[in-house]
């Protein structure tokens, strides 16, 4: 059962009222490994942990009242999409519920929902 769509992109930006959680991933597409583009995408391999950040100026509500597109369900398996990657995309399960913080900007596991 799929819930919501996410896009995932590799940046930190600086605001108050983020939310963050972790991730697992499941599954990828083979283009993930695949691109000229970046080095990132090929970091995304199933069993991979991920922190990821849902931050104000992305919230639906505008304001950083509500949201993030995508943000995922506790326990459950949705589907990611990295954002300027083609094709680059899979299924992720978070692992922890949603908790008012940042994720790590000297991480490479860490994310910003968009």
Not at 53 to 81: A, K
Request: proline residues 6%.
């Amino acid at each position: 059962m799929y819930f919501r769509l996410c896009f995932v992109v590799m940046c930190i930006l600086v605001d108050d009222g983020s939310y963050c959680a972790q991730f697992r991933l499941t599954e990828n597409r083979r283009s993930c490994g695949r691109t000229p583009l970046s080095e990132w995408p090929k970091l995304l391999k199933p069993g991979t942990r991920l922190c990821v950040e849902c931050q104000p100026l992305v919230m639906s509500g505008g304001g950083g009242v509500g949201m993030c597109t995508g943000h995922g369900v506790l326990n459950r398996e949705t589907r990611w999409t990295a954002v300027g990657v083609p094709g680059c995309r899979g299924k992720w399960v978070m692992t922890t519920p949603h908790a008012h913080c940042r994720c790590p900007a000297d991480n490479q596991f860490s994310f910003v929902l968009v």
